[in-house]
């Protein structure tokens, strides 16, 4: 995949970001399957679902950052 792009570059001479048109970004964020605009109604369950336990305290509800970083060898 070829990205149409405008190089942005510091005071340093290094390139420190990349303009990308938008239609290319929206391209982009589709085959990555980030479409924020389209949560399905079980990830709302879930976020609600969190959210309630998060507000009741119940930390069993939730993964520890540390076993986390363990689980997925970071």
């Given at each position: 995949?070829?990205?149409?792009?405008?190089?942005?570059?510091?005071?340093?001479?290094?390139?420190?970001?990349?303009?990308?048109?938008?239609?290319?970004?929206?391209?982009?964020?589709?085959l990555?399957?980030?479409?924020?605009?389209?949560?399905t109604?079980?990830?709302?369950?879930?976020?609600?679902?969190?959210?309630?336990?998060?507000?009741?305290?119940?930390?069993?509800?939730?993964?520890?950052?540390?076993?986390?970083?363990?689980?997925?060898?970071?």
């Open positions: 995949m070829t990205i149409t792009h405008k190089t942005v570059i510091g005071q340093d001479g290094e390139p420190t970001a990349a303009l990308i048109p938008w239609s290319e970004f929206m391209r982009i964020r589709e990555l399957g980030a479409d924020e605009e389209e949560v109604s079980e990830e709302v369950e879930a976020m609600r679902e969190a959210d309630t336990d998060r507000s009741k305290g119940n930390t069993e509800a939730f993964t520890d950052l540390a076993d986390l970083k363990t689980e997925l060898s970071l």
